[in-house]
T-cell receptor, first 117, second 110 residues
Framework: EPEVTQTPSHQVTQMGQEVILRCVPI?????FYWYRQILGQKVEFLVS????????KSEIFDDQFSVERPDGSNFTLKIRSTKLEDSAMYFC???????????????FGEGSRLTVL | GENVEQHPSTLSVQEGDSAVIKCTYS??????FPWYKQELGKGPQLIID?????GEKKDQRIAVTLNKTAKHFSLHITETQPEDSAVYFC?????????FGKGTRLHILP
């Protein structure tokens, strides 16, 4: 069964360092998402991406964050200068179409745990 | 924007009993309501969803109900089993994104 894969599974970094989290969405999917989950809290929307541009972003997704689809398979989240409060599990997700109400499922990866020291 | 409230935050039920988790949403334009199960160290996985043109949907031991007028939707798990222990998230679609509730940690007691 096709799946969303994320790397690394865990990254530890020093405050102020840049971090890149990588995702390989399901191959025929067109819409890509990043979500964040701080330990024990809810899953929060960060950004959605379609046709090589951001379609929507949340308040959390400030200038320190950026996303990119550098080739036909990878979808990356970059945090330019990490802060302690960026420590969280970051989930990538993808769907075939953006109209989730008609096409159903958003597929999530297993997550990348980021620890900022 | 959409706001999804979920309760209870923690729920313990005896194995074999039923579990009910309730959610409300704020955006009357929301029309898609998925439920996700998250096991420890894993990403959320869709277990059931309901669209706004349907009031109830059932899949084996899991059922979801939707009351659009009241903006309520609920997850019902019958004949609970140990493997049902997990965190469950309700969610609602707003524009092209899914907004999650805060989650319910379900414990199935032996």
């Amino acid at each position: 069964e096709p799946e969303v894969t994320q790397t690394p599974s865990h990254q530890v970094t020093q405050m102020g360092q840049e971090v890149i989290l990588r995702c390989v969405p399901i191959s025929n999917h067109l819409y890509f998402y990043w979500y964040r989950q701080i330990l024990g809290q809810k899953v929060e929307f960060l950004v959605s991406f379609y046709n090589n541009e951001i379609s929507e972003k949340s308040e959390i997704f400030d200038d320190q964050f950026s996303v990119e689809r550098p080739d036909g398979s990878n979808f990356t989240l970059k945090i330019r200068s990490t802060k302690l409060e960026d420590s969280a599990m970051y989930f990538c997700a993808s769907s075939y179409l953006g109209d989730l109400a008609n096409t159903g499922e958003l597929f999530f990866g297993e997550g990348s745990r980021l620890t900022v020291l | 924007g959409e706001n999804v409230e979920q309760h209870p935050s923690t729920l313990s039920v005896q194995e074999g009993d039923s579990a009910v988790i309730k959610c409300t949403y704020s955006d009357s334009a929301s029309n898609y309501f998925p439920w996700y199960k998250q096991e420890l160290g894993k990403g959320p996985q869709l277990i059931i969803d309901i669209r706004s043109n349907v009031g109830e949907k059932k899949d084996q031991r899991i059922a979801v109900t939707l009351n659009k007028t009241a903006k309520h939707f609920s997850l019902h798990i019958t004949e609970t089993q140990p493997e049902d222990s997990a965190v469950y998230f309700c969610a609602a679609r707003s524009d092209d994104k899914i907004i999650f509730g805060k989650g319910t940690r379900l414990h199935i007691l032996p």
